[in-house]
Nanobody, 116 residues
Framework: VQLQASGGGLVQPGGSLKLSCAAS????????VGWYRQAPGKQRELVAR???????VYVDPVKGRFTISRDNAKNTAYLQMNTLKPEDTAVYYC???????????WGQGTQVTVSS
């Protein structure tokens, strides 16, 4: 399985971006999907997760601003990010997760920079 993350860029505070994570192979629907981020000098952290059945989990700093979704027909997951803040600046990674929430496959990162 290969994952391709895209959609990052430079955006002003308060702006929006939509990240995409495209997976190769036919087993995408068998996995949960997680979006992680890693800011300079910090550890990688889980931002949002969507399980196989579609239930979602968010960390508190992004609740109400970020929305994770998936389209199994397209083997693609998304992270809609609204009301972006400078502290959201990081490299964002997507992963396919097993039923226990462990990341099994990783995509390359996509840079998100929130700055005026």
């Amino acid at each position: 399985v290969q994952l391709q993350a895209s959609g990052g860029g430079l955006v002003q505070p308060g702006g929006s971006l939509k990240l995409s994570c495209a997976a190769s192979g036919s087993t995408f629907s068998a996995y949960g999907v997680g979006w992680y981020r890693q800011a300079p000098g910090k550890q990688r952290e889980l931002v949002a997760r969507i399980r196989r059945a579609g239930t979602t989990v968010y960390v508190d700093p992004v609740k109400g601003r970020f929305t994770i979704s998936r389209d199994n027909a397209k083997n693609t997951a998304y992270l809609q990010m609204n009301t972006l803040k400078p502290e959201d600046t990081a490299v964002y990674y997507c992963s396919l997760m097993d039923v226990w929430g462990n990341a099994q496959y990783w995509g390359q990162g996509t840079q998100v920079t929130v700055s005026s």
